[in-house]
């Protein structure tokens, strides 16, 4: 167990539709990361967020959100899913805004 | 954009014989690390290397960071199977800029037994 917590492990659904994944970063980290994995692009960043606010912006469409709440928890959002958005995706915590990462073990996301 | 580049993609070779991969990149990075992650689960940092030249080991593995820190190696002597995985770099940004780790795309590793 790493101590970063992600769910749910899988989510199934159709094209069109909207999801919520959530992540729980390590105790004490207030830095979270959102990647998106596939077989083809490898392992892409989205979206960090240090204690509450957005810090930097990677590959990240339009049609995904994100953001970390109070508590230090974090949601991303994907809406108008299309076949493309199916991939792994990870959630990663760190202490400062810099430095290594503790990942989580992802969401496998599959659209139909 | 910064892009790391792996060598191999693939590599399969038998138990006990000695492998090294590599990352490249035209960019200079303030710290690169190395990931290894297994199917199902996310990536867990194996070293994170900071001055050019720098040499660490961990047990059977030597990580080589590039003098300019544009690239790294990463040494396994006398591969078990345990070792299989994807191996990952990943470089931090010199001089400010995006915090997010920009990733290899890997070397998927099976070792033999």
């Known amino acids: 167990d790493s101590g970063v917590t992600q769910t749910p492990k899988h989510l199934i659904t159709a094209t069109g539709q909207r999801v919520t994944l959530r992540c729980s970063p390590r105790s004490g980290d207030l830095s979270v990361y959102w990647y998106q994995q596939s077989l083809d692009q490898g392992l892409q960043f989205l979206i960090q967020y240090y204690n509450g606010e957005e810090r930097a912006k990677g590959n990240i469409l339009e049609r995904f959100s994100a953001q970390q709440f109070p508590d230090l928890h974090s949601e991303l959002n994907l809406s108008s899913l299309e076949l493309g958005d199916s991939a792994l995706y990870f959630c990663a915590s760190s202490v400062e805004s810099k430095g290594w990462y503790t990942f989580g073990s992802g969401t496998r996301l599959t659209v139909v | 954009t910064q892009l790391l580049e792996q060598s191999p993609q693939f590599l399969s070779i038998q138990e006990g014989e000695n492998l090294t991969v590599y990352c490249n990149s035209s960019?200079?990075?303030?710290?690169l690390q190395w990931y290894r992650q297994e199917p199902g689960e996310g990536p867990v940092l194996l070293v994170t290397v900071v001055t050019g030249g720098e040499v660490k080991k961990l047990k059977r593995l030597t990580f080589q960071f590039g003098d300019a820190r544009k690239d790294s190696s990463l040494h396994i002597t006398a591969a078990q199977p345990g070792d299989t995985g994807l191996y990952l770099c990943?470089?931090?940004?010199?001089?400010?800029?995006?915090?997010?780790?920009?990733f290899g795309k890997g070397t998927h590793l099976i070792i033999q037994p």
């Open positions: 960019s200079v990075f303030s710290s």
């Open positions: 990943a470089g931090a940004a010199a001089g400010g800029g995006a915090d997010g780790l920009t």
